[in-house]
Protein backbone atom coordinates (compact mmCIF):
# COMPACT_ATOMS: atom_id res chain seq x y z
CA UNK A 1 0.00 0.00 0.00
CA UNK A 2 1.40 3.43 -0.99
CA UNK A 3 1.19 6.84 1.33
CA UNK A 4 -1.86 8.77 0.32
CA UNK A 5 -4.54 10.77 1.69
CA UNK A 6 -5.62 9.48 5.13
CA UNK A 7 -3.37 6.61 5.42
CA UNK A 8 -1.89 6.13 8.92
CA UNK A 9 2.32 5.87 8.44
CA UNK A 10 4.58 5.03 10.98
CA UNK A 11 8.63 5.47 10.22
CA UNK A 12 11.93 5.70 11.89
CA UNK A 13 13.81 8.57 11.25
CA UNK A 14 17.61 10.44 11.72
CA UNK A 15 17.13 14.34 11.23
CA UNK A 16 20.16 16.13 10.93
CA UNK A 17 21.02 19.74 9.98
CA UNK A 18 23.00 21.09 7.24
CA UNK A 19 26.34 20.62 8.84
CA UNK A 20 25.52 16.68 9.61
CA UNK A 21 24.60 17.72 13.44
CA UNK A 22 21.85 15.18 14.28
CA UNK A 23 19.15 16.92 15.93
CA UNK A 24 16.96 14.53 16.52
CA UNK A 25 16.27 10.32 16.19
CA UNK A 26 13.82 7.46 16.74
CA UNK A 27 16.65 5.39 17.28
CA UNK A 28 15.90 3.11 20.38
CA UNK A 29 11.71 4.04 20.40
CA UNK A 30 8.93 3.16 18.92
CA UNK A 31 8.69 4.43 15.18
CA UNK A 32 6.84 7.97 14.32
CA UNK A 33 3.09 7.36 13.75
CA UNK A 34 1.24 10.43 11.93
CA UNK A 35 -1.71 10.28 10.01
CA UNK A 36 -1.05 11.44 6.03
CA UNK A 37 -2.94 14.64 5.27
CA UNK A 38 -3.80 15.95 8.83
CA UNK A 39 -0.64 18.34 9.21
CA UNK A 40 1.12 16.05 11.86
CA UNK A 41 4.39 16.55 10.70
CA UNK A 42 6.24 19.28 8.86
CA UNK A 43 4.71 19.78 5.15
CA UNK A 44 7.90 19.08 3.13
CA UNK A 45 8.12 15.90 4.59
CA UNK A 46 4.88 15.14 4.50
CA UNK A 47 5.22 16.02 0.50
CA UNK A 48 8.08 13.11 0.26
CA UNK A 49 6.50 9.92 1.76
CA UNK A 50 3.56 11.05 -0.47
CA UNK A 51 3.49 7.83 -2.36
CA UNK A 52 5.95 5.72 -0.81
CA UNK A 53 5.38 2.03 0.93
CA UNK A 54 6.33 -0.15 3.44
CA UNK A 55 10.11 -0.39 3.45
CA UNK A 56 11.14 2.27 1.52
CA UNK A 57 14.17 4.00 2.50
CA UNK A 58 14.90 7.20 1.76
CA UNK A 59 16.76 10.61 2.39
CA UNK A 60 14.75 14.08 2.56
CA UNK A 61 15.80 17.76 2.38
CA UNK A 62 13.26 19.79 3.76
CA UNK A 63 14.01 23.61 3.26
CA UNK A 64 13.43 25.84 6.70
CA UNK A 65 10.23 27.23 4.52
CA UNK A 66 8.77 23.85 4.24
CA UNK A 67 10.28 22.85 8.19
CA UNK A 68 9.25 24.94 10.69
CA UNK A 69 9.71 28.26 8.96
CA UNK A 70 11.80 31.04 8.69
CA UNK A 71 12.73 32.62 11.56
CA UNK A 72 10.34 36.10 12.04
CA UNK A 73 12.19 38.38 14.07
CA UNK A 74 8.51 40.16 15.54
CA UNK A 75 8.70 36.49 17.69
CA UNK A 76 11.63 37.90 19.37
CA UNK A 77 11.05 40.37 21.99
CA UNK A 78 13.23 41.83 25.22
CA UNK A 79 11.20 42.39 28.02
CA UNK A 80 11.64 43.62 31.67
CA UNK A 81 13.42 41.07 34.09
CA UNK A 82 10.32 41.99 36.10
CA UNK A 83 7.57 40.52 33.38
CA UNK A 84 9.12 37.10 35.47
CA UNK A 85 8.40 37.77 38.82
CA UNK A 86 9.34 34.73 41.23
CA UNK A 87 11.56 33.14 39.46
CA UNK A 88 14.93 33.82 40.29
CA UNK A 89 17.80 32.54 38.44
CA UNK A 90 17.02 32.63 34.61
CA UNK A 91 19.45 31.52 32.10
CA UNK A 92 19.86 31.67 27.91
CA UNK A 93 17.85 28.42 26.61
CA UNK A 94 15.43 27.80 29.51
CA UNK A 95 11.79 27.34 28.64
CA UNK A 96 8.93 29.32 29.24
CA UNK A 97 5.02 29.75 28.41
CA UNK A 98 4.10 32.81 27.48
CA UNK A 99 0.29 34.71 27.26
CA UNK A 100 -0.16 36.10 24.06
CA UNK A 101 -2.90 39.18 24.15
CA UNK A 102 -5.53 37.38 23.00
CA UNK A 103 -5.19 34.46 25.84
CA UNK A 104 -3.23 31.84 24.18
CA UNK A 105 -0.16 30.29 25.70
CA UNK A 106 3.48 30.45 23.33
CA UNK A 107 6.40 28.65 24.55
CA UNK A 108 9.04 30.36 24.37
CA UNK A 109 13.60 30.02 24.43
CA UNK A 110 15.12 32.69 26.65
CA UNK A 111 17.90 33.76 24.54
CA UNK A 112 19.99 36.83 26.12
CA UNK A 113 19.77 38.13 29.88
CA UNK A 114 20.64 41.06 31.12
CA UNK A 115 20.33 43.13 34.72
CA UNK A 116 17.54 44.97 33.23
CA UNK A 117 15.71 42.60 30.84
CA UNK A 118 15.45 38.69 29.44
CA UNK A 119 15.03 38.48 25.41
CA UNK A 120 12.75 35.44 24.53
CA UNK A 121 11.97 34.20 21.30
CA UNK A 122 8.68 32.77 20.71
CA UNK A 123 10.13 30.79 16.97
CA UNK A 124 10.31 27.04 16.88
CA UNK A 125 14.29 26.08 17.67
CA UNK A 126 14.13 24.89 14.51
CA UNK A 127 12.87 27.59 12.37
CA UNK A 128 15.20 28.85 9.85
CA UNK A 129 16.96 25.53 9.15
CA UNK A 130 17.32 23.15 6.52
CA UNK A 131 16.27 20.09 7.69
CA UNK A 132 17.97 16.43 6.63
CA UNK A 133 16.21 13.24 7.39
CA UNK A 134 16.98 9.79 6.67
CA UNK A 135 13.85 7.71 6.87
CA UNK A 136 12.90 4.32 6.74
CA UNK A 137 8.94 3.18 6.65
CA UNK A 138 7.63 0.66 8.65
CA UNK A 139 4.03 0.94 8.14
CA UNK A 140 1.39 2.21 5.85
CA UNK A 141 -2.18 1.05 6.60
CA UNK A 142 -5.38 2.70 6.33
CA UNK A 143 -6.54 5.02 9.35
CA UNK A 144 -9.69 3.72 11.24
CA UNK A 145 -12.71 5.59 11.60
CA UNK A 146 -11.83 6.51 15.04
CA UNK A 147 -8.02 8.13 13.96
CA UNK A 148 -9.62 10.20 11.47
CA UNK A 149 -12.19 11.33 13.25
CA UNK A 150 -9.53 12.32 15.79
CA UNK A 151 -7.15 13.75 13.57
CA UNK A 152 -4.04 11.17 14.04
CA UNK A 153 -2.63 7.75 14.63
CA UNK A 154 -3.62 6.00 17.86
CA UNK A 155 -1.33 2.93 19.21
CA UNK A 156 2.45 2.68 19.29
CA UNK A 157 3.91 5.65 17.97
CA UNK A 158 1.35 7.57 17.97
CA UNK A 159 -1.77 9.32 20.33
CA UNK A 160 -2.66 7.44 23.07
CA UNK A 161 -5.99 8.29 24.72
Known amino acids: MSIKHNSAVSFHYTLTDDNGQQLDSSDGREPLAYLHGAGNIIPGLENALEGKSTGDKMMVAVTAA ?46 AVTDESITVDGNHPLAGKNLNFDVSIEEVRDASQEELDHGHVHGPGGHNH
Open 66 to 111: EGYGEVQPALIQEVPRGSFEGVENIEVGMQFEAQTGNGDSVPVTVT
